[in-house]
């Protein structure tokens, strides 16, 4: 079974650019997770897609981060104008379904990105 | 809201030695799960050992166990015969149930785990 899958794995951009970054779950799983890990920290959770829905955007900056998951599958994650707080490390994770303790998360590799 | 607290940034350990991560987290949930994930260099987050907090009994996995202490909110994993691959950031973290958060994770800061030969 293929893992979730990231791209880029590393990304360096100036502040004020626009940066995206791509997801693709295990297939089956209907729940899609975005986290932003900053350095020396724990990750947190940005944005929560079932299947195509959104369920949990409560911490996503919406003056500047946007995501979408076309079709129930893919999703992109994008910062736009990106600041300088914004560099740290952008992990998906997905699971079968929300509800229950077997939904385990499954977490791709991430993808850095640095903000100069 | 929940929290989720590693007191221990930093830990070593002699290879083959038993190590113990704390945990501590903040909860009003009678109902809830709580996982220990691994990060090594690169980045990659790896489910270690998971706990559903109805069950009295702590779960172990292989050289991973942990103590569950429900009425104390306290969460430890212990590695017994550490090996040179167990070096890795440990995060602690916890999970409502879906009527209540939709399944997010809240993580802990981590603990830098980092074993001598």
């Known amino acids: 079974e293929a893992g979730v899958a990231q791209s880029p794995r590393y990304k360096i951009i100036e502040k004020r650019q626009s940066v995206a970054f791509w997801c693709n779950p295990i297939s089956g799983h209907a729940t899609l997770y975005w986290y932003q890990q900053i350095l020396g920290q724990g990750p947190k959770l940005l944005i929560q897609?079932?299947?195509?829905?959104?369920?949990?955007d409560s911490q996503l900056p919406k003056d500047r981060f946007s995501a979408e998951r076309l079709k129930g599958v893919d999703s992109t994650l994008k910062i736009q104008p990106a600041k300088l707080e914004d560099s740290a490390v952008y992990l998906c994770?997905?699971?079968?379904?929300?509800?229950?303790?077997?939904?385990?998360?499954?977490f791709g590799p991430g993808t850095r990105l640095l903000v100069l | 809201a929940q929290t989720v607290t590693q007191s221990q940034p930093e830990m070593s350990v002699q290879e083959a030695e038993t190590v113990t991560l704390s945990c501590t987290y903040d909860?009003?949930?009678?109902?809830?799960?709580l996982f220990w994930y691994k990060q090594p260099p690169s980045r990659q987050m790896i489910l270690v050992i998971r706990?559903?907090?109805?069950?009295?009994q702590n779960a172990t996995e292989n050289r991973f166990s942990v103590n569950f202490q429900k009425a104390a909110k306290s969460f430890s994993l212990k590695i017994s015969d550490s090996q040179l691959g167990d070096a890795a950031m440990y995060f602690c973290a916890y999970r409502s149930p879906f009527y209540n958060q939709g399944g997010k994770l809240i993580f802990g800061q981590g603990t830098e785990l980092s074993v001598k030969p």
């Open positions: 909860t009003s949930e009678s109902d809830y799960y």
């Open positions: 897609f079932q299947n195509n829905g959104v369920v949990d």
């Open positions: 706990q559903e907090a109805y069950k009295q």
């Open positions: 994770a997905s699971s079968r379904t929300v509800g229950g303790l077997k939904e385990t998360q499954y």
